[in-house]
Each structure stands twice: as C-alpha cells, then as structure tokens.
Nanobody, 128 residues
C-alpha cells in the first residue's frame, strides 16, 4: 500500500508561484513512477506532469510546459510540482498519483488509469 498526501495549494494571483508537495508512505517510492493531475470544476481529471522512478525523465502537458517543473526526492519520499507564472486557467484540484514498479526505470505514464494510488487532492485557485 502507498498513501499519498498533497500539500501546498492555495489562493494566489495570476503570475504568482506555488510549490505543491506530495509525501508518500511506504518503501516503494523509489521504484514508483509519479504523476500530477488536475481537475477543474465541471471537467475531467487531466494529466499535468509525470516523472520516472529514476528521476531522469519528465513529461508535461503542453499547457504547462515552461511554467511547471516536476521533481522528486527519493530520500524524502516526496514529489514536487513547482508552478510558476500561474494563470486563472490553472485553477483546479491537483492530485498526486503513484504507479509502483519492480525496479527503477525511465517509464512515464500519462493516463490516470495507469496509476494505482491517488492522494486526496489540494486546491489551487488563481485569481485574475
């Protein structure tokens, strides 16, 4: 079992920055691919960013490229999402997700169905 707890959300103005954190329990974090998703009101949950268990590869949805950075600290069992130049359209509940692996790899997953574990979400609201 893996438990994920997100933090760092809040209300900010357009152009501001936020850093989301996702703390994972259990010993499987270092072999888990991690992802961030978001769900805006009335919309489906969408992929935002993913990072391989090795930490060597990342991938972003087009709308956040150049503004968001995903990273991980395996020693702290934590994955981060640094969000800069925030826009009102970034307003959503942000979820952290994990997919366990048998070993570290460079694989990244972009579909929600490919992830086994989810956090409870953290609200990010960007005012104009």
């Amino acid at each position: 079992q893996v438990q994920l707890v997100e933090s760092g959300g809040g209300l900010v103005q357009a152009g501001d920055s936020l850093r989301l954190s996702c703390a994972a329990s259990g010993s499987a974090f270092s072999t888990s691919a991690m992802g961030w998703f978001r769900q805006a009101p009335g919309k489906e949950r969408m992929f935002v960013a993913g990072i391989a268990s090795s930490g060597g590869r990342t991938y972003y949805t087009d709308s956040v490229k150049g503004r968001f950075t995903i990273s991980r600290d395996n020693a702290k069992n934590t994955v981060y999402l640094q969000m800069n130049s925030l826009k009102p359209e970034d307003t959503a509940v942000y979820y952290c997700a994990a997919r366990r692996g048998l070993r570290q790899s460079g694989a990244i997953y972009i579909l929600g169905i490919e992830y086994e574990y989810w956090g409870q979400g953290t609200q990010v609201t960007v005012s104009s």
